[in-house]
């Protein structure tokens, strides 16, 4: 272990392992770790590590007082954690934690956020509730798994080359995978527990799996798509052309309709040879095997197609309390009847579709810019009879220029823009809409914190905060704002 320390002299340097004890949490799931110096505290801050435990991390990134690292492995597990009957996987690192426990850390660390990013010094007055997930486990409609000759040996801890792996990338790698043999609990368990047969068959086509770090091979990932309501799956393959005349489809579409039986509502093979690691069908060229390229999922009692590519929420039911709490504070207060509401970064119109059904006499305008989700958001709402919606693939700064008749008549924006968040510019533009009232879903309340500031220097005042779990056993947390001008 290439780290020195004294009394007084503390070198350590990117690359670097150390063992450390982890005392406390921050926002984004990041354990903090603190070494005593001659010249102060020096901390570590390790993700997705536990309060309680002790471990062994690798120096991604050193400043002078402090330095981020990569969890390689956990020496001594923290009092709290316990066992679960799932098999361990890197997405879900804090899975071994009581939910209860979660919510702490989550809640303390995202309220944290609004007053030392956003300057909101009230945020506990304005903070409404913490929504817990409906479903700790199994709560997932969508997964992608991954291929690679590079694989994980669970019971040996040993990397093993020219291996047959479909699994889950191992903790801090891009190139190995760990077999996934049992349900990680997060997925839908009937699928996850079959998952070694789907294995084993595409194994003795003899064609290899993907081999990361030189780029070649056949089989790269297999992505699944579930619909709760129907309780079907929706499954696409994904390789590259290297041998593909040697690839049997109709043998492989065979063995997956046996295997799921009437649980199948679609089997897509995609060939992409795009040397990046994504399974995107806009990458190459897709095929449908079997059955239909969307399932069919409920909403707060609309039904949406979801396609492969489609964005829709990952877990259902916690999306539908995320739902109902942003049409609440849209509705808090004040009469829209006969006003006009902007779905903004709309997708495929989800939310926009529920407060067109759920607020009477309004008018719902969605817009975003990939004219494809737009497609999508209108066929779902002829499919559920909404006609108090149009959808538009429009850019947010060039809308009022291209249907000047909205200008001065949007009364809410509803807001839902990528983990990301709003660029700068095109949150001027939002401002500029000169909507009354602000509704903002955020995947990530740093970066919401971060716009609250420039929202609150434009005349828009946070009036309320709730954080929404949709994602049990990740540090992952949700928010939803109401923004009042």
Same mark, same amino acid.
Request: net charge neutral.
């Given at each position: ?21 982890? =005392?406390?949490?921050?926002?984004? #799931? ?11 505290? !020096? ?5 997705? /590590? ?67 990013? #956003? ?99 056949? !089989? ?13 799956? +929706? ?19 065979? !063995? ?7 649980? +199948? ?22 095929? +449908? ?32 309390? +995320? ?110 809409? #000169? /909507? ?10 740093? =970066? ?30 949700? /928010? ?6």
């Amino acid at each position: 272990m290439d780290v020195y320390l004294c009394a007084k002299v503390f070198i350590l340097k990117r690359a670097d392992t150390l063992e450390i004890e982890i =005392t406390d949490y921050a926002f984004g #799931g990041m354990g903090i770790g603190k070494i005593d110096t001659s010249e102060g505290q !020096f901390v570590v801050f390790v993700e997705n /590590a536990i309060p309680g435990q002790t471990v062994l991390t690798r120096i991604a990134k050193k400043r002078k007082k402090f330095a981020e690292g990569k969890l390689i492995s956990v020496i001594k597990k923290s009092a709290q954690e316990y066992d679960v009957p799932y098999q361990p996987v890197s997405g879900a690192p804090y899975i071994t934690l009581p939910v209860s426990i979660q919510h702490q850390y989550k809640k303390v660390s995202a309220i944290d956020q609004y007053s030392r990013i #956003g300057g909101i010094k009230n945020i506990e007055e304005i903070f409404d509730e913490y929504i817990a997930s409906p479903v700790d486990f199994f709560y997932r409609n969508k997964m992608e798994y991954s291929f690679s000759s590079i694989c994980q040996n669970l019971k040996t801890g040993q990397e093993e080359d020219d291996a047959f792996a479909l699994g889950f990338k191992t903790r801090g790698t891009w190139w190995k995978v760990e077999n996934l043999d049992t349900t990680s609990g997060l997925f839908d368990e009937q699928f996850e527990n079959q998952l070694k047969e789907i294995r084993l068959f595409l194994e003795k086509t003899k064609l290899p799996a993907w081999h990361p770090p030189q780029k070649k091979g056949f !089989f790269r990932h297999l992505v699944v798509r579930k619909s709760f309501d129907k309780d079907q799956l +929706l499954i696409n393959l994904v390789t590259s052309s290297q041998d593909i005349e040697k690839f049997d489809r109709n043998s492989f579409s065979s !063995f997956i309709q046996k295997l799921l039986g009437s649980r +199948l509502a679609g089997l897509q093979h995609t060939v992409n040879d795009d040397v990046a690691d994504r399974s995107k069908i806009e990458n190459g060229l897709n095929q +449908l095997l079997f059955g239909e390229p969307v399932v069919l999922e409920k909403l707060l009692n609309l039904h949406f197609e979801i396609s492969m590519e489609s964005f829709f929420q990952t877990n259902p039911k916690s999306a539908e309390l +995320l739902y109902s709490k942003a049409i609440s504070y849209a509705t808090s207060g004040e009469d829209l009847t006969g006003k006009v509401l902007m779905d903004l970064f709309c997708g495929t119109g989800t939310i926009g579709q529920i407060m067109a059904s759920q607020i009477e006499n309004v008018k719902v305008i969605g817009v975003d810019i990939v004219a494809e989700a737009i497609d999508d958001a209108k066929r779902n709402a002829k499919r559920n009879k909404i006609s108090n919606v149009d959808f538009y693939a429009a850019d947010v700064g060039k809308f009022l220029v291209e249907y000047p008749h909205y200008t001065n008549k949007i009364h809410t924006i509803m807001l839902d823009p990528p983990r990301a968040g709003i660029a700068p510019k095109t949150l001027q533009k939002v401002i500029h809409l #000169g /909507a009354k009232q602000i509704v903002y879903v955020s995947c990530n309340p740093s =970066t919401q914190a971060r716009d609250t500031k420039t929202l609150n220097e434009a005349g828009y005042e946070l009036k309320k905060i709730s954080l929404v779990d949709q994602f049990p056993h990740t540090s992952h947390i949700e /928010a939803v704002a109401l923004f009042s001008r």
